[in-house]
């Protein structure tokens, strides 16, 4: 240890680091506000923005918090100083600490230049108010970096909001462009339409997916969601050759099971989270891949169970809300694959929407939430297309492939509006009944 730090130790003085005696001499450089402009609470609020991002250890914003409202705004002003000086035992008791917890917090603090620590001569905390209440003399905590680094503070928050914003954005890319590619490789393997390559690209997808787990910025980020995204696109213009061809029904090849995927595009359950986590996409893509006949019907079982209709939408609840989809349904209790039947070759017809355009459809979200979206067209009066109905539902169809889609908001519309139809019905016929009795 040199001679000099022997000395100051010697006399009691605090142990200052570098980082600490750079915190130090910009703070002795403050000269404090104009008067009258003084705001602290506006620099805490500042901190507390930023305090998430300044990787801070517990307790730093209740400690900052209760220093801060021990000043009064004219210590911030110029010729003055904010400091507050509350003794080791009574700081130790507010946080519930021990007073070397105490010690270690209020350093670390020190070397993050939150405050500065102004030591007495003897080492005590103090301080002294003349009759107008301003400080003459004072040893405890400088507060002095709050109203310094406010700016930053500010600009700090708002930097982490924006990185934030774009990694949730990012996060959604990578939600839609994941249930594409597994809506599509359910879509195909149903048709038996597999490419031979589909195995390959589902699992770099599902290695995609996972990776998010370990993504903490936006930048590396992105860099995963275009990859995902280019699997997309190859997983679409596989989808695109099989629709061209023709061989995408309205409910699959007849040899086959219907297997219905009912789940809406926008469930705010089926995300890419945080923690890269999504078992919906993990199955997705595990059913998507050849396997045994045992190990299929697991499969199947899982996706059937784990899926259900959007808004808790049914068949039967779905003919009442679209009557112009019951007049295709002949059975007297559908279900999915009776409701995608009529949707696919009776109403599409009726609607105008062409073969290519339904089996894109089919494609891009599942069957049934095509032929659900398709009621919801088949609602709309005439007068309300602009392009006729085929193109309200191309475009619907392009708002589900990026998410935008909030179909649970339309169904809801369409059982409020069902239900204001017959509340009108109700009161004409009370109306008819009163009518009647008053005239006899």
Not at 45 to 69: D, I, M, R, S, T
Not at 274 to 283: A, P, R
């Amino acid at each position: 240890m040199p001679v000099e730090a022997n000395i100051l130790s010697s006399q009691g003085s605090r142990r200052l680091n570098l980082a600490m005696m750079a915190v130090r001499d910009r703070a002795d450089r403050f000269e404090g506000v104009a008067r009258g402009s003084a705001k602290p609470l506006r620099f805490l609020a500042a901190f507390q923005e930023a305090e998430p991002y300044l990787g801070l250890p517990p307790h730093a914003f209740k400690l900052v918090a209760w220093l801060v409202k021990m000043t009064r705004a004219q210590d911030w002003e110029a010729g003055s100083r904010p400091i507050a000086w509350p003794s080791a035992a009574r700081q130790a008791e507010f946080l519930d600490l021990t007073r070397n917890a105490v010690k270690t917090l209020n350093r670390l603090l020190f070397e993050a230049g939150v405050f500065v620590m102004r030591d007495s001569p003897t080492g005590k905390r103090y301080g002294r108010r003349d009759g107008q209440g301003r400080i003459i003399e004072a040893y405890g905590f400088d507060l002095s970096p709050l109203a310094f680094r406010a700016d930053e503070f500010i600009r700090l928050a708002a930097e982490a909001r924006a990185e934030r914003e774009r990694i949730q954005a990012l996060k959604r890319r990578a939600t839609c462009a994941r249930r594409a590619i597994a809506q599509i490789g359910a879509t195909l393997a149903e048709c038996g339409s597999l490419p031979r390559d589909w195995p390959q690209l589902a699992a770099e997808a599902v290695e995609l997916v996972g990776a998010i787990r370990n993504t903490n910025n936006s930048e590396d980020l992105a860099e995963v969601v275009r990859a995902l995204e280019s699997r997309k696109a190859q997983a679409e213009a596989w989808g695109n050759e099989i629709a061209e061809s023709g061989k995408i029904g309205p409910v699959g090849p007849a040899d086959r099971p219907h297997t219905i995927t009912t789940n809406s595009p926008n469930d705010p359950t089926d995300t890419v989270g945080g923690d890269g986590e999504n078992h919906h996409g993990e199955v997705a893509f595990e059913a998507a891949r050849p396997a045994s006949e045992g190990e299929a019907d697991a499969t199947e079982k899982a996706r059937t169970e784990a899926l259900e209709p959007p808004a808790k939408v049914y068949p039967a609840e779905l003919l009442q809300l679209a009557p112009r989809l019951a007049e295709h349904v002949a059975q007297p209790y559908p279900d999915w694959p009776d409701i995608v039947n009529a949707a696919g070759e009776g109403l599409r017809h009726e609607l105008g929407v062409s073969p290519r355009l339904w089996g894109e459809a089919c494609l891009a979200i599942g069957r049934p939430m095509a032929a659900i979206v398709l009621a919801v067209v088949s609602t709309k009066p005439d007068g309300h297309f602009t392009r006729g109905a085929g193109g309200y539902f191309a475009a619907m169809i392009k708002r589900a492939r990026t998410g935008e889609l909030h179909l649970d908001r339309s169904l809801w519309k369409l059982r409020r509006d069902r239900l204001d139809r017959l509340d009108c019905s109700e009161g004409d016929a009370v109306g008819r009944c009163c009518d009647g009795r008053n005239s006899a």
